[in-house]
């Protein structure tokens, strides 16, 4: 190696040995040097230090602090509500008097473009803000009908009596019946409508006999229609009637207006359930649900279904329950105009059971609210036969016909939408995400008269799948109700005063009530009466006697 190479390594190693030599002596005290607040030198760096007995109950208090926060972590408060409902003081819808004025006055509106006037009489945008219900003309909330308080009202299903199955219908109403002790439960702004002079104003405003008297009776058409509107706004006892589009909206709408009714503004609406639900047990359940084993999607379900299905679908108390159903369904939904009389006489569900697959759990909260989706497959024969009179108009002379017809559903296929909302609901919703795929046929059986005109049975099969979209596919839904709360004091859902007896003694009087229990409360009475009388003692010559 030369000069010149020495003294350029020479060089370069003192210039690069004295920086690495001052990291090696900074890395060695970082590794080796006690960690800072540690007293004892002897602790490894990852072990935890103890705690003292303060420290301990710090701890528990700050871990009992976080899980009673878990109870005050729902979102379950009220929110505000609004929609376009039909609302009016009667059940039944006006009758129209038919009465030029009103002919008029009705064509006018439809013809026009302000939406105010195009829409229909009854119909109003709803908002329900803390316990008061407002009625507005638009959504931009400009001017205010009525202002509903709910606090003076009862809310109840009309009409009452129904079963539960059937209490949100379209054709049903949610009635809010002022409370008898309350004033004014409600204003409206018809109560600030004034009386005026008829004649004066058909004298400024025609000019001629004839627009006289017309201007007149439309004037004197419209202080009918105020006197009617002002008696009727102030009678305190004038209910008021709520009609929902959809039957899922109106279960919404019903449960949001009971809970306004009976609690504060902004009210929790779990709290008041709290003897009948638990959001903590709902708790446990949404947090342990992925620990179980995830096991064949849905064989073993359909196994289970298909083979209760092969056990009841020969029984005349299933045809019976279909045939109750799916009557109260065509008593509810609108026939063809051809049709005046629809009775279902027969049900036969065939051999084969629907199948389900891929199911997916779509909403699972703390607060109550469970959905789940899954595909629905059905191949097979559903034959109902119906009986049906129909009147067929050929021409200018329309004759009845009796039909006997046969809906036929041989393939049914798409994706199902199963839903639990949260308390106080006790029903199941139910619908097709989209139109099923379906294989439907419509078949004359018989007819006393030769009825093979496709453009008829395609009219049923065309209303029948009208039906089914306008039930059971989405946003649309129906029901089925788990819980009777025909004896409880609000109906609809499970309210707390449907929760047990707490008392011992009351158990005890319903096990002995119980049939299957009396003989062994008698067995076990026997017994301690048994146990408590002392055994005789034999005589001596009673002995002897047995010996011998």
């Given amino acids: 190696m030369s000069l010149k190479a020495l003294?350029?390594?020479?060089?370069?190693?003192?210039?690069?040995?004295?920086?690495?030599?001052i990291i090696s002596l900074i890395a060695f005290t970082v590794y080796t040097s006690i960690p800072v607040k540690d007293s004892d030198a002897t602790k490894s760096v990852g072990e935890k230090p103890e705690l003292s007995g303060t420290d301990l109950a710090e701890a528990d208090e700050s871990t009992t602090t976080t899980t009673a926060d878990l109870s005050f972590d729902l979102n379950d408060l009220p929110k505000p509500r609004r929609g376009w409902l039909t609302m009016r003081r009667t059940f039944e819808e006006v009758a129209f008097d038919?009465?030029?004025?009103?002919?008029?006055?009705?064509?006018?509106?439809?013809?026009?473009?302000?939406?105010?006037?195009?829409?229909?009489?009854?119909?109003?945008?709803?908002?329900l803000k803390g316990k008061v219900l407002y009625l507005y003309e638009d959504e931009g909330m400009t001017e205010c009908e009525a202002a509903i308080e709910l606090g003076s009202h009862e809310v109840v299903i009309y009409p009452e009596g129904l079963p539960d199955g059937e209490l949100f219908t379209k054709r049903n109403a949610i009635c809010l019946r002022p409370k008898p002790?309350?004033?004014?439960?409600?204003?409206?702004?018809?109560?600030?409508?004034?009386?005026?002079?008829?004649d004066e104003k058909a004298e400024e405003l025609g000019d001629s006999n004839q627009k006289k008297k017309q201007e007149k009776e439309r004037l004197l058409e419209l202080e009918r229609e105020r006197d009617s509107a002002r008696e009727e706004a102030s009678d305190p006892s004038t209910p008021w009637f709520?009609?929902?589009?959809?039957?899922?909206?109106?279960?919404?709408?019903?449960?949001?207006?009971?809970?306004?009714?009976?609690?504060?503004?902004?009210?929790?609406?779990?709290?008041?359930?709290?003897?009948?639900?638990?959001?903590?047990?709902?708790?446990?359940?949404?947090?342990?649900?992925?620990?179980?084993?995830?096991?064949?999607?849905?064989r073993w379900l359909n196994a289970l279904l298909g083979r209760i299905f092969l056990s009841y679908y020969n029984t005349e108390a299933l045809e019976s329950f279909i045939i109750e159903r799916l009557m109260k369904k065509l008593?509810?939904?609108?026939?063809?105009?051809?049709?005046?009389?629809?009775?279902?006489?027969?049900?036969?569900?065939?051999?084969?059971?629907?199948?389900?697959?891929?199911?997916?759990?779509?909403?699972?909260?703390?607060?109550?609210?469970?959905?789940?989706?899954?595909?629905?497959?059905?191949?097979?024969?559903?034959?109902i036969t119906t009986k049906a009179v129909a009147t067929i108009s050929l021409g200018f002379k329309p004759y009845t016909v009796k039909l006997i017809l046969a809906v036929v559903l041989r393939e049914l296929e798409g994706n199902l939408v199963v839903r639990v909302k949260r308390p106080p609901s006790n029903r199941i919703w139910y619908a097709f995400t989209h139109m099923p795929k379906m294989v439907l046929d419509v078949e004359p059986v018989v007819s006393d008269?030769?009825?093979?005109?496709?453009?008829?049975?395609?009219?049923?099969?065309?209303?029948?799948?009208?039906?089914?979209?306008?039930?059971?596919?989405?946003?649309?839904?129906?029901?089925?109700?788990?819980?009777?709360?025909?004896?409880?004091?609000?109906?609809?859902?499970?309210?707390?005063?449907?929760?047990?007896?707490?008392n011992r003694m009351s158990r005890m009087c319903r096990l002995t009530m119980c049939p299957l229990h009396l003989p062994l409360l008698m067995w076990t009475s026997r017994l301690h009466r048994a146990t408590l009388t002392p055994t005789p003692k034999l005589s001596a010559p009673a002995l002897t006697g047995r010996s011998a």
């Fill in 7 to 21: 003294v350029y390594a020479y060089v370069i190693g003192g210039i690069t040995f004295i920086p690495l030599l």
């Fill in 98 to 127: 038919g009465s030029y004025v009103t002919l008029m006055k009705s064509f006018l509106d439809s013809r026009s473009k302000d939406p105010k006037r195009s829409r229909p009489r009854d119909m109003w945008y709803v908002v």
């Fill in 181 to 198: 002790e309350k004033v004014m439960p409600s204003v409206t702004r018809k109560m600030q409508l004034s009386s005026q002079n008829v």
């Fill in 242 to 298: 709520i009609f929902v589009r959809s039957s899922v909206e109106m279960e919404d709408w019903y449960l949001s207006l009971i809970h306004a009714s009976d609690h504060p503004a902004n009210s929790s609406t779990l709290s008041p359930l709290h003897s009948v639900y638990s959001p903590a047990d709902m708790n446990h359940i949404v947090a342990t649900l992925d620990e179980q084993p995830d096991v064949i999607p849905m």
């Fill in 331 to 383: 008593a509810k939904v609108k026939r063809p105009n051809f049709f005046s009389e629809v009775v279902i006489t027969q049900v036969d569900l065939g051999n084969r059971p629907i199948m389900f697959s891929k199911p997916m759990l779509k909403e699972l909260t703390k607060e109550g609210d469970a959905a789940l989706e899954l595909h629905a497959q059905y191949k097979g024969e559903i034959r």
């Fill in 449 to 502: 008269r030769q009825i093979t005109w496709g453009m008829i049975l395609h009219t049923i099969e065309s209303r029948l799948r009208e039906i089914i979209l306008e039930s059971i596919v989405l946003p649309n839904m129906d029901d089925i109700a788990f819980f009777d709360s025909s004896s409880y004091s609000h109906r609809g859902g499970i309210w707390p005063d449907a929760v047990r007896p707490r």
